[in-house]
């Protein structure tokens, strides 16, 4: 009977225990993103929250809030609400956080990464850790990387080939003030806005063009708004950071961050593959639908190269020059 009793207070402890873990968990956390499925930053999200799910029994429920939505459609504060824990945890581009973690703009250099194994080269070894512990700096907690991809450029007006082709066109860019130096040099028109306000403004007319993936041109069916040129001249590319709240972080057992950081891990090879797959089969379906692609010869391709030097070399100083060098070593040796 003593034992019997005593058996029962030990399995009530147990349950006890188990379910106090448990209630320090949020029944939900938040995590932002500004594209859903079926764009590849969905896919990696989903598949995060649907690995965590399953391997932490149901215990850790990560919801996926597309669009940007958790900061009103304004992608270049997702990374200040993250630190701030308005929202919970994130998958976010390096461009829309370079606002804050001056580092993050190592990706839109111009001409640095010259194929996707250059970019294994950075996110991975002394660069990742070093870009990491700059996000930390700034209050986050990075845990893995997906992909955006490559980023191409398309307008309504004309074929591209030659830095000239360029001129005088309205040109829609992402957050960091780098894209304005970029186009600027090439004789463009930059103007800065929310990939939310993107779309209103090639549908007007309000710009000529943009950049991003061929994944994310595809699916948005940018063409439908009359974007019907497109280059594809690789001249930057942005990878995707898994990232969490600090004080969320250090909530979790260490046996769940580790089950973060794997399902983060796994989640983001399914995300890169989404993206770099997807590339190609995007091109072919774009063809289909009446876009003309251009692909730069390597001789073009120098003169984009030759034009954009100088907001290398001023980008790399704010990047800093540490930084750059270390990621040109990595780079080379890839
Ligand atoms: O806004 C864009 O162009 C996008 C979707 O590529 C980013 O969020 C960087």
């Known amino acids: 009977m003593r034992i019997l009793s005593s058996l029962a207070a030990a399995a009530a402890i147990a349950a006890l225990a188990a379910s106090a873990g448990a209630a320090d968990y949020k029944p939900e956390y938040k995590v932002s993103t500004v594209l859903g499925t079926p764009f590849p930053w969905g896919v990696a999200a989903e598949k995060w929250a649907e690995i965590v799910k399953e ?105 591209i080939k030659t830095p000239d082709d360029l001129k005088g066109l309205k040109i829609r860019v992402v957050g960091s003030p780098l894209y304005n130096d970029i186009f600027t040099a090439l004789g463009a028109n930059p103007t800065q806005m929310s990939w939310a306000d ?42 995707l950071i898994f990232a969490i709240n600090p004080r969320v972080w250090k909530s979790f057992s260490a046996a769940d961050q580790k089950l973060l950081k794997d399902a983060a891990a796994e989640a983001g090879m399914v995300g890169i593959k989404a993206s770099r797959d997807g590339d190609d089969a995007a091109a072919k379906h774009l063809v289909s639908a009446g876009v003309k692609i251009t692909t730069l010869t390597a001789e073009q391709r120098a003169k984009f190269v030759a034009a954009t030097r100088g907001v290398y070399a001023d980008w790399s100083k704010k990047i800093g020059p540490e930084l750059v060098k270390m990621a040109e070593g990595a780079i080379a040796k890839r």
């Not at 950075?122 to 700059?134: Q, S």
């Not at 549908?203 to 993936?213: I, L, S």
């Open 198 to 239: 993107a779309k209103p403004a090639l549908t007007t007319k309000a710009v000529d063009g943009q950049e991003n993936p061929l994944t994310v041109i595809q699916i948005a069916k940018i063409e439908t708004v009359g974007q019907t040129f497109l280059t594809r001249w690789d001249y930057v590319a942005d990878p």
């Open 55 to 159: 391997k932490s029994g149901g215990k850790i429920n990560l919801k996926v809030y597309a669009n940007a939505q958790l900061v009103q459609g304004d992608q270049t504060k997702e990374f200040t609400a993250l630190r701030q824990g308005i929202i919970d945890m994130a998958l976010g581009s390096t461009i829309n956080w370079s606002p804050q973690v001056v580092e993050l703009n190592l990706f839109s250099l111009p001409f640095l990464m010259p194929d996707h194994k250059a970019m294994d080269a950075l996110t991975r070894g002394t660069v990742e850790a070093k870009l990491f512990d700059a996000i930390r700096d700034k209050g986050a907690e990075p845990i893995g990387w997906a992909e955006n991809g490559f980023r191409q450029v398309t307008n309504s007006k004309h074929e």
